[in-house]
């Protein structure tokens, strides 16, 4: 009898101790099918974004990250989506209803991630991205897997934001990036006060001011040399990605604030063109009064620009003069 009892209290134990484990090693949805969140042994070296029919993988090189294996990424938006790999979790599921209606209905097509530590595959899912939250998202394992809303602790913004395939998004958020030495001229024109346009030239590092009359005299030289200076670093705070087709022409329709042209020693043009970006403020449309709509010759994107970032550059010419 002794004996039968020591068995079934070894049995019992036995049976504890698994349970035990289960719990507290399995997700309550189960960990193979909503266990997001990468743990590299020491770093995520590689991230793969597949989907609308285009790949982009960003790579580790020494220090950096490169964009496709080419160009340089942006530091901020490559340690936001490290985060958002290392620390997702689970917010709420997703009922079979929302995930048609807001999913399937619509005929979101999954962005698929994958991760890798060196050769090593650390995670792979998919990322719905939808407004029906706001964290931006609504996330699968595999296509046969329960779907989730996912976030980062501490985190309440649109982490669906950081899953891009658009390479602009990737690379620098910089507009100028030129010495005083790079510089051969300058010129802004204001096209809401014409007289207060100007234009600088470099002549061996010998400067001329000029308004619409010709050259000017009389002004500050160190002026002149400080507004050159702030051209060595003129960021804009994010692409305007969501603008379409017929918007962009019709603001492209409309008379800009400003024009900022750059002509550089090695013979490059970059134009920058900026207008007034609309806001809805209490329920009424009206102007910005802290940001603009920028765009450049070189691309047919629309960005956005802080006046603090531009205000710098928007100098009348009777800046460079003594008051």
């Known amino acids: 009898m002794n004996k039968i009892l020591i068995r079934s209290l070894f049995l019992f134990i036995v049976i504890g101790l698994v349970l035990m484990i289960l719990l507290i090693t399995r997700s309550p949805f189960g960990k193979t099918n909503s266990s997001f969140a990468s743990e590299p042994k020491e770093e995520i070296t590689r991230i793969e974004f597949t989907g609308e029919g285009r790949k982009l993988f960003l790579v580790k090189k020494g220090e950096s990250w490169l964009i496709n294996g080419k160009s340089e990424a942006r530091k901020s938006g490559v340690l936001f989506i490290l985060r958002i790999l290392k620390e997702i979790k689970i917010k709420s599921s997703v009922s079979t209803e929302l995930f048609a209606g807001e999913i399937t209905g619509k005929n979101v097509g999954p962005i698929k991630v994958k991760v890798y530590e060196k050769s090593r595959l650390l995670k792979t899912f998919l990322v719905y991205k939808t407004r029906s939250n706001i964290?931006?998202?609504?996330?699968?394992?595999?296509?046969?897997?329960?779907?989730?809303?996912?976030?980062?602790?501490?985190?309440?913004?649109?982490?669906?934001?950081?899953?891009?395939?658009?390479?602009?998004?990737?690379?620098?958020?910089?507009?100028?990036?030129?010495?005083?030495?790079?510089?051969?001229?300058?010129?802004?024109?204001?096209?809401?006060?014409?007289?207060?346009?100007?234009?600088?030239?470099?002549?061996?590092?010998?400067?001329?001011?000029?308004?619409?009359?010709?050259?000017?005299?009389?002004?500050?030289?160190?002026?002149?040399?400080?507004?050159?200076?702030?051209?060595?670093?003129?960021?804009?705070?994010?692409?305007?990605?969501?603008?379409?087709?017929?918007?962009?022409?019709?603001?492209?329709?409309?008379?800009?604030?400003?024009?900022?042209?750059?002509?550089?020693?090695?013979g490059r043009k970059r134009v920058l063109t900026l207008w007034g970006m609309m806001t809805v403020k209490s329920g009424a449309k009206g102007i910005d009064s802290d940001r603009l709509l920028g765009k450049t010759e070189e691309k047919d994107e629309f960005f956005i620009m802080r006046y603090f970032d531009i205000d710098p550059l928007i100098k009348k010419i009777s800046y460079f003069f003594p008051q």
Request: hydrophobic share 40%; glycine share 6%; charged share 15%.
């Open 135 to 266: 964290y931006g998202n609504i996330m699968k394992i595999k296509e046969s897997s329960k779907p989730f809303i996912v976030y980062v602790p501490g985190y309440e913004g649109d982490i669906g934001s950081g899953f891009m395939l658009n390479e602009l998004f990737w690379q620098p958020y910089t507009v100028f990036n030129l010495l005083p030495s790079e510089i051969a001229s300058v010129s802004l024109e204001n096209l809401s006060d014409t007289k207060s346009s100007f234009t600088i030239l470099n002549r061996d590092n010998h400067y001329l001011l000029s308004g619409a009359a010709g050259n000017l005299t009389g002004w500050d030289s160190s002026l002149v040399v400080r507004y050159i200076s702030y051209f060595a670093w003129v960021p804009f705070e994010s692409w305007a990605l969501e603008i379409g087709e017929a918007e962009k022409k019709s603001i492209e329709a409309q008379q800009p604030l400003y024009r900022i042209t750059i002509n550089t020693t090695t």
